[in-house]
């Protein structure tokens, strides 16, 4: 639904109670909030003398999720930004959580959990998992109201995650075909917009709790995604390819040096002297071929290339040229 969202929000915090595994002395920031606690609770002590060892700065984050009202409670998470070694057994100190616009929508305290552990020192130790993040389950509570009123509203707008003039088109048909009358109408590839809901029995709820239920042919969407730094490939099943042929060969050139000690005769006048002795190899193999005819499947291309012993990153570069052809009948998405 247009309008309905999540809101991020964050904060900055410090948990206490920790086991001299917190921050350091370095670690300026920590002991100026400590002080400046310190001092709002009636007790004011020279910031040199302050030691963090037990405390950790924090920066708290959540998600407002949608009609969020007070009192409600919601899941946070602590990530440590000084230098402290670990958070576990810490609790969370009252936290204000902002939004962007600075105004403070939640308050998070509590204890830590972790999912993890260290034991040992020095040379002889383990850890498991990471200990400088935490999740408070149900840490903070809610104190603005952020609902969208429903009752309000005069119309009501739809936004599809992925755009397709097809499926907007076929969101916009069940609607109105439940409804039984032209209330949608698809604006774009990507919304479809309700007019007059509160003309339906119960309003926008209750038309929503029909809509949720309604079934819609999605078309599905031909791409393939290339991740060149991982070498990863993921292909859709719906992709499909022109007729082409791919040629593949390697040309290997290995250069290799090796140092020889060059050793006068005896009683001769000459230097023991280090002389290099560089070989030069070229190796290039016979390009093999594979042929694709029209309308040829995932499965035909991965078994071709294959047979063909070529790597992840051939397979990138040889998409890349089928698509430069115009022989990819999909979308390709480099990461």
């Known amino acids: 639904m ?45 910031a040199a003398s302050v030691r963090v060892n037990n405390i950790a700065a924090v920066f708290v984050t959540a998600t407002l999720p949608p009609f969020a009202r007070p009192g409600m409670k919601i899941d946070v998470t602590v990530s440590s930004i000084g230098d402290a070694k670990s958070l576990a057994g810490g609790i969370l100190l009252m936290t204000p959580l902002k939004s962007s616009n600075g105004n403070v929508y939640a308050v998070a305290q509590g204890p830590l959990t972790l999912g993890g552990y260290s034991a040992g020192g020095g040379g002889n130790s383990k850890v498991v998992n990471h200990l400088t993040v935490g999740r408070i389950p149900d840490g903070a509570n809610v104190e603005q109201d952020t ?27 069940a609607i109105n075909k439940e409804v039984g009358k032209d209330v949608a109408r698809a604006v774009d590839s990507r919304r479809v ?6 003309a339906n029995s119960g309003g926008i709820p209750s038309l929503m709790a029909r809509i949720d239920t ?27 390819i022109g007729p082409c042929a791919i040629l ?18 005896p009683l001769a006048k000459g230097d023991t002297v280090v002389v290099p002795q560089t ?10 071929l594979i042929q694709l005819k029209q309308g040829a499947t995932v499965e035909d291309l991965v078994q071709g290339l294959q047979k063909m012993g070529a790597t992840a990153r051939d397979i990138v570069s040889i998409l890349q040229a089928i698509k430069a052809a115009h022989a990819l009948q999909a979308d390709l998405e480099v990461l």
């Open 248 to 265: 593949q060969g390697n040309l290997a050139i290995e250069i290799a040096t090796n140092y020889e000690v060059s050793q006068p005769q």
């Open 2 to 46: 247009e309008g309905i969202r999540d809101n991020p929000i964050m904060g900055y915090g410090v948990v206490v109670g920790l086991s001299r595994t917190g921050d350091s002395q370095q670690t300026v920031f920590s002991i100026q909030t400590l002080a400046n606690l310190l001092q709002r609770m009636g007790l004011n002590i020279p």
């Open 214 to 240: 309604l079934e819609v042919h999605v078309h599905a969407a031909a791409k393939v995604v290339v991740n060149e730094r991982t070498g990863t490939i993921v292909m859709g099943g719906a992709m499909t």
């Open 147 to 173: 609902s969208v009123a429903l009752g309000t509203m005069n119309s009501l707008s739809l936004l599809l995650r992925d755009p397709d003039f097809g499926v907007a088109m076929n969101v916009a048909g």
């Open 279 to 288: 070989d030069v190899q070229a190796a290039e193999k016979t390009a093999q």
């Open 193 to 198: 917009e309700i007019s007059s809901p509160n």
